[in-house]
């Protein structure tokens, strides 16, 4: 029975295309830990939530993508049988999803671990910034602070 068959493929492809997305996000997980502990940071449950949240925001993205690729593939099986069209049936849109998602966890993996520290200190910079907006004088000391911290670095 082709159709069954059919069928079985595709949930076998989306198994393991849901099964890699997690593994990704375990892989940048465990990254993000390492480069922790080389700050020498403390690895709180804060940091671990939004591992959590990341998790959900992807699978509910990939969801409503398996979503319209069921509807493709509805689409596709219709014609298949009814009409003798023959297209695969492939979830396109969950793979091309699982892809855009992979790409951005492996970007993050390889992020170095300075860098993400330099993007904080730019971001308490940018605070310190708001906060004192109308004091001009402040606002050239957060500047001037956080440049002489970078020279120290170097």
């Given at each position: ?69 069921c ?30 998602i ?20 730019a ?32």
């Amino acid at each position: 029975m082709k159709g069954v068959d059919e069928i079985i493929i595709v949930l076998c492809m989306l198994l393991g295309i849901y099964i890699a997305v997690l593994g990704l996000i375990g892989s940048d997980l465990c990254s993000g830990l390492r480069k922790a502990k080389k700050r020498k940071e403390l690895c709180s449950s804060y940091g671990l939530k939004k591992t959590v949240e990341k998790i959900a925001k992807y699978y509910n993205m990939l969801f409503a993508v398996t979503l319209v690729d069921c509807i493709h593939m509805a689409v596709v099986w219709y014609l298949d049988t009814y009409y003798g069209y023959s297209w695969p049936m492939i979830p396109i849109l969950t793979a091309v999803g699982a892809i855009f998602i992979g790409v951005i966890e492996i970007k993050s993996i390889y992020e170095k671990a300075e860098d993400k520290v330099q993007f904080e200190h730019a971001g308490q910079l940018a605070g310190r910034i708001i906060a004192n907006k109308d004091d001009i004088k402040e606002i050239v000391k957060a500047v001037a602070d956080y440049m002489n911290e970078k020279e120290v670095k170097k």
